[in-house]
Protein backbone atom coordinates (compact mmCIF):
# COMPACT_ATOMS: atom_id res chain seq x y z
CA UNK A 1 0.00 0.00 0.00
CA UNK A 2 1.31 3.58 -0.87
CA UNK A 3 1.82 6.17 1.91
CA UNK A 4 1.36 9.56 1.63
CA UNK A 5 3.35 11.31 -0.84
CA UNK A 6 4.22 14.80 -1.60
CA UNK A 7 4.93 16.90 -4.46
CA UNK A 8 7.59 18.41 -5.16
CA UNK A 9 10.09 17.33 -2.56
CA UNK A 10 11.89 20.45 -2.91
CA UNK A 11 11.04 24.05 -3.89
CA UNK A 12 12.97 26.99 -4.70
CA UNK A 13 10.87 30.19 -5.27
CA UNK A 14 11.37 34.15 -5.37
CA UNK A 15 9.45 35.78 -3.06
CA UNK A 16 6.38 37.19 -4.53
CA UNK A 17 5.88 34.09 -7.20
CA UNK A 18 3.10 31.37 -6.48
CA UNK A 19 3.84 28.06 -5.54
CA UNK A 20 0.76 24.91 -4.79
CA UNK A 21 2.26 21.94 -2.98
CA UNK A 22 0.64 18.68 -3.52
CA UNK A 23 -0.55 15.84 -1.27
CA UNK A 24 -1.89 12.59 -1.66
CA UNK A 25 -2.89 10.39 1.14
CA UNK A 26 -3.29 6.83 1.59
CA UNK A 27 -5.93 5.53 -0.15
CA UNK A 28 -9.19 5.68 1.89
CA UNK A 29 -8.50 8.30 4.45
CA UNK A 30 -10.83 10.60 4.98
CA UNK A 31 -9.07 13.22 6.86
CA UNK A 32 -5.81 14.86 5.39
CA UNK A 33 -3.71 17.57 7.72
CA UNK A 34 -1.21 19.69 6.85
CA UNK A 35 1.70 21.07 8.87
CA UNK A 36 4.49 23.38 8.56
CA UNK A 37 7.95 23.17 9.99
CA UNK A 38 9.84 26.40 9.97
CA UNK A 39 13.89 26.26 10.13
CA UNK A 40 14.68 26.23 14.48
CA UNK A 41 10.72 25.86 15.36
CA UNK A 42 8.03 22.91 16.21
CA UNK A 43 5.90 21.43 13.59
CA UNK A 44 2.67 23.46 13.79
CA UNK A 45 -0.60 22.28 12.52
CA UNK A 46 -2.28 24.30 9.89
CA UNK A 47 -5.53 22.83 8.39
CA UNK A 48 -7.43 20.09 8.57
CA UNK A 49 -9.94 18.33 6.16
CA UNK A 50 -12.23 15.96 5.98
CA UNK A 51 -13.10 14.72 3.12
CA UNK A 52 -13.60 17.75 1.03
CA UNK A 53 -14.12 19.75 3.54
CA UNK A 54 -12.43 21.95 6.14
CA UNK A 55 -12.71 20.75 9.31
CA UNK A 56 -10.61 22.89 11.37
CA UNK A 57 -8.42 25.56 9.54
CA UNK A 58 -7.09 27.67 12.67
CA UNK A 59 -3.28 27.21 11.72
CA UNK A 60 -3.10 29.13 8.56
CA UNK A 61 -1.22 31.28 9.05
CA UNK A 62 -2.53 34.36 6.61
CA UNK A 63 -4.85 34.82 3.70
CA UNK A 64 -2.25 34.28 1.46
CA UNK A 65 -2.35 30.70 2.33
CA UNK A 66 -5.06 28.73 0.20
CA UNK A 67 -5.77 24.73 0.70
CA UNK A 68 -8.14 22.60 -1.34
CA UNK A 69 -9.11 18.78 -1.90
CA UNK A 70 -11.34 19.17 -4.21
CA UNK A 71 -13.19 15.28 -4.52
CA UNK A 72 -11.96 14.25 -1.12
CA UNK A 73 -8.66 12.61 -2.42
CA UNK A 74 -5.55 14.43 -3.49
CA UNK A 75 -5.48 18.26 -1.40
CA UNK A 76 -3.25 21.20 -2.55
CA UNK A 77 -1.61 23.82 -0.46
CA UNK A 78 -1.27 27.63 -2.41
CA UNK A 79 1.04 30.13 -1.46
CA UNK A 80 0.63 33.36 -2.95
CA UNK A 81 2.22 35.68 -2.84
CA UNK A 82 5.04 34.08 -1.17
CA UNK A 83 6.93 35.53 1.14
CA UNK A 84 10.52 34.87 3.20
CA UNK A 85 8.92 33.64 6.01
CA UNK A 86 6.97 31.02 3.99
CA UNK A 87 10.55 28.93 4.13
CA UNK A 88 10.35 25.34 5.75
CA UNK A 89 9.56 22.05 5.61
CA UNK A 90 5.50 21.20 4.76
CA UNK A 91 4.05 18.49 5.87
CA UNK A 92 1.22 16.56 4.91
CA UNK A 93 -0.73 13.43 6.79
CA UNK A 94 -3.89 11.40 6.70
CA UNK A 95 -5.93 9.47 9.35
CA UNK A 96 -8.79 7.10 8.83
CA UNK A 97 -12.38 7.48 9.99
CA UNK A 98 -11.85 8.86 14.18
CA UNK A 99 -8.03 7.12 14.54
CA UNK A 100 -5.59 9.67 15.62
CA UNK A 101 -2.68 7.56 14.00
CA UNK A 102 -1.35 9.85 11.44
CA UNK A 103 0.57 8.45 8.55
CA UNK A 104 2.90 11.91 7.38
CA UNK A 105 4.52 12.37 4.06
CA UNK A 106 8.43 12.98 3.40
CA UNK A 107 7.47 16.67 3.48
CA UNK A 108 8.09 19.33 1.03
CA UNK A 109 11.06 21.60 1.32
CA UNK A 110 10.03 25.40 0.22
CA UNK A 111 12.75 28.04 -0.20
CA UNK A 112 11.76 31.45 -0.88
CA UNK A 113 14.76 33.68 -1.62
CA UNK B 1 5.05 29.81 26.59
CA UNK B 2 5.02 26.79 24.38
CA UNK B 3 2.14 23.93 25.04
CA UNK B 4 4.56 21.53 24.84
CA UNK B 5 8.38 22.05 26.05
CA UNK B 6 10.95 19.39 24.88
CA UNK B 7 14.60 19.65 24.90
CA UNK B 8 16.27 19.70 21.51
CA UNK B 9 19.52 18.01 22.83
CA UNK B 10 21.19 16.86 20.88
CA UNK B 11 21.99 13.49 22.98
CA UNK B 12 24.59 11.44 21.97
CA UNK B 13 25.14 7.85 23.91
CA UNK B 14 26.48 4.62 23.34
CA UNK B 15 25.29 1.81 21.95
CA UNK B 16 23.24 -0.36 24.69
CA UNK B 17 22.79 2.59 26.51
CA UNK B 18 19.01 3.69 28.15
CA UNK B 19 17.67 6.52 26.10
CA UNK B 20 15.00 8.93 28.16
CA UNK B 21 13.32 11.29 25.95
CA UNK B 22 11.16 13.95 27.88
CA UNK B 23 8.23 16.59 27.04
CA UNK B 24 6.21 18.54 29.29
CA UNK B 25 3.41 20.42 28.40
CA UNK B 26 0.88 23.12 29.83
CA UNK B 27 -2.95 22.23 28.16
CA UNK B 28 -4.07 20.31 31.17
CA UNK B 29 -6.96 19.19 28.09
CA UNK B 30 -4.67 16.92 26.49
CA UNK B 31 -5.39 13.55 26.56
CA UNK B 32 -3.59 11.31 23.76
CA UNK B 33 0.18 11.06 23.54
CA UNK B 34 2.52 10.44 20.89
CA UNK B 35 6.09 9.69 20.05
CA UNK B 36 6.95 9.80 16.66
CA UNK B 37 10.60 9.26 14.72
CA UNK B 38 11.62 11.25 12.09
CA UNK B 39 14.79 10.23 10.26
CA UNK B 40 16.74 12.99 8.19
CA UNK B 41 15.07 14.22 5.32
CA UNK B 42 11.73 11.97 6.11
CA UNK B 43 8.23 12.49 7.45
CA UNK B 44 7.22 11.34 11.01
CA UNK B 45 6.64 8.40 11.79
CA UNK B 46 4.21 6.80 15.20
CA UNK B 47 6.44 5.03 17.36
CA UNK B 48 4.15 4.62 20.52
CA UNK B 49 0.31 6.18 20.92
CA UNK B 50 -1.16 6.34 24.66
CA UNK B 51 -4.13 7.55 26.09
CA UNK B 52 -4.29 9.47 29.41
CA UNK B 53 -2.07 8.46 32.17
CA UNK B 54 0.22 5.10 32.69
CA UNK B 55 3.09 3.25 30.81
CA UNK B 56 2.52 1.50 27.48
CA UNK B 57 5.68 -0.65 26.61
CA UNK B 58 6.44 -2.04 22.76
CA UNK B 59 9.55 -4.02 22.24
CA UNK B 60 12.55 -1.87 23.38
CA UNK B 61 10.08 0.95 23.92
CA UNK B 62 8.35 2.14 26.80
CA UNK B 63 6.06 5.83 27.13
CA UNK B 64 4.97 7.11 30.49
CA UNK B 65 2.41 9.41 30.85
CA UNK B 66 1.99 11.28 34.01
CA UNK B 67 -1.03 14.07 33.76
CA UNK B 68 -0.57 15.21 37.38
CA UNK B 69 2.83 16.70 36.52
CA UNK B 70 2.26 17.23 32.58
CA UNK B 71 5.25 15.31 31.73
CA UNK B 72 5.57 12.29 29.84
CA UNK B 73 9.08 10.24 28.59
CA UNK B 74 9.99 8.04 26.10
CA UNK B 75 12.73 5.19 27.22
CA UNK B 76 14.95 3.21 24.76
CA UNK B 77 16.19 0.14 25.88
CA UNK B 78 19.68 -1.60 24.48
CA UNK B 79 20.24 1.54 22.06
CA UNK B 80 20.75 0.58 18.50
CA UNK B 81 22.83 3.16 16.00
CA UNK B 82 19.59 3.07 13.83
CA UNK B 83 17.78 4.26 16.51
CA UNK B 84 19.59 7.43 15.43
CA UNK B 85 17.21 10.13 14.66
CA UNK B 86 15.14 12.91 16.02
CA UNK B 87 12.57 11.81 18.44
CA UNK B 88 9.06 14.61 18.52
CA UNK B 89 6.64 14.27 21.17
CA UNK B 90 3.09 14.94 20.28
CA UNK B 91 -0.45 15.83 21.42
CA UNK B 92 -3.76 15.95 20.85
CA UNK B 93 -7.03 16.80 23.30
CA UNK B 94 -9.46 14.65 21.90
CA UNK B 95 -10.44 11.98 19.26
CA UNK B 96 -13.53 12.54 17.47
CA UNK B 97 -15.34 16.20 17.79
CA UNK B 98 -14.22 19.03 15.77
CA UNK B 99 -10.46 19.39 16.60
CA UNK B 100 -9.47 15.47 16.69
CA UNK B 101 -6.35 14.65 14.80
CA UNK B 102 -4.56 17.95 15.39
CA UNK B 103 -1.28 17.29 17.23
CA UNK B 104 0.67 20.12 18.70
CA UNK B 105 4.21 18.63 18.76
CA UNK B 106 7.11 19.69 20.78
CA UNK B 107 10.96 20.83 18.99
CA UNK B 108 11.98 17.17 19.05
CA UNK B 109 15.21 15.77 20.32
CA UNK B 110 18.21 14.79 18.13
CA UNK B 111 19.68 11.47 19.12
CA UNK B 112 22.67 9.78 18.16
CA UNK B 113 23.58 6.47 19.24
CA UNK B 114 27.49 5.74 18.38
CA UNK B 115 28.57 1.97 18.37
Known amino acids: EAGVTQFPSHSVIEKGQTVTLRCDPISGHDNLYWYRRVMGKEIKFLLH????????ESGMPNNRFLAERTGGTYSTLKVQPAELEDSGVYFC???????????FGQGTRLTVV | QKEVEQDPGPLSVPEGAIVSLNCTYS??????FMWYRQYSRKGPELLMY????GNKEDGRFTAQVDKSSKYISLFIRDSQPSDSATYLCAMSANAGGTSYGKLTFGQGTILTVHP
Open chain 1, 93 to 103: ASSQGELLEAF
Open chain 2, 27 to 32: NSAFQY
Open chain 2, 50 to 53: TYSS
Open chain 1, 49 to 56: FVKESKQD
